[in-house]
């Protein structure tokens, strides 16, 4: 059964780049027809898609944030990674990674999500 | 638009059926999938595609879409489905934004 676990620091400093990294397991995430996808929440709030990757490498951002996101993928450890530069506390969000399926043009859905991460962004 | 509107919250009496609506352009294009979230869990996916439901999700959960208007229909409400609810799309510039979401209240 794939799994997904989010890792890294609790705490960021405003102004400082947020750096996440998303663990797969149970599958490859080098197979074909699927994408990668970084999702928030804020406290009390609604979610927001921040971007998605293909193994390839291939990424496409929330306008947004695109010009503070990086997304990127290592195959050899099975794993993806999201990068938030210059933040602040508006970006104090739990964070989850999920798989990004789609099986024609018009379907696309995210499954299994990671439990999530919460980052706080404070000084 | 890449906007989705969903209503802020929806009540139904327990065994009864709810339908909770996604609004936006991009849902005459793309179909909508819905998201359960209960408090502190991660979102869990209920609905994707034309009406289709990932293995674990009981059938009284169905989808459905109708020009710009996607709908999650809870056909006898369980005390377990009081949650908060999610649809998300794909729009034309490739993005893919989630509705606010609406508040399930099982009475």
């Known amino acids: 059964q794939l799994q997904l676990q989010e890792s890294g620091p609790g705490l960021v400093k405003p102004s400082e780049t947020l750096s996440l990294t998303c663990t797969v397991s149970?599958?490859?995430?080098?197979?074909?027809?699927?994408?990668w996808g970084w999702i928030r929440q804020p406290p009390g709030k609604g979610l927001e898609w921040i971007g998605s990757?293909?193994?390839?490498?291939?990424?496409y951002y929330n306008p947004s944030l695109k010009s503070r996101v990086t997304i990127s993928v290592d195959t050899s450890k099975n794993q993806f990674s999201l990068k938030l530069s210059s933040v602040t506390a508006a970006d104090t969000a739990v964070y989850y990674c999920?798989?990004?399926?789609?099986?024609?043009?018009?379907?696309?859905?995210?499954?299994?999500w990671g439990q999530g991460t919460l980052v706080t962004v404070s000084s | 638009s890449s906007e989705l509107t969903q209503d802020p919250a929806v009540s139904v009496a327990l065994g009864q059926t709810v339908r909770i609506t996604c609004q936006g352009d991009?849902?005459?294009?793309?179909?909508a999938s819905w998201y359960q979230q209960k408090p502190g869990q991660a979102p869990v996916l209920v609905i994707y595609?034309?009406?289709n439901r990932p293995s674990g999700i009981p059938d009284r959960f169905s989808g459905s879409s109708s020009g710009n208007t996607a709908s999650l229909t809870i056909t006898g409400a369980q005390a377990e489905d009081e949650a908060d609810y999610y649809c998300?799309?794909?729009?034309?510039?490739?993005?893919?934004?989630f509705g606010g979401g609406t508040k399930l209240t099982v009475l």
């Open positions: 990757i293909y193994y390839s490498g291939s990424t």
């Open positions: 149970g599958g490859s995430i080098s197979s074909s027809s699927y994408y």
């Open positions: 595609g034309k009406n």
């Open positions: 999920a798989r990004h399926r789609s099986d024609s043009s018009s379907i696309f859905w995210f499954d299994p």
């Open positions: 991009s849902l005459r294009s793309y179909y």
């Open positions: 998300n799309s794909r729009d034309s510039s490739g993005n893919h934004p």
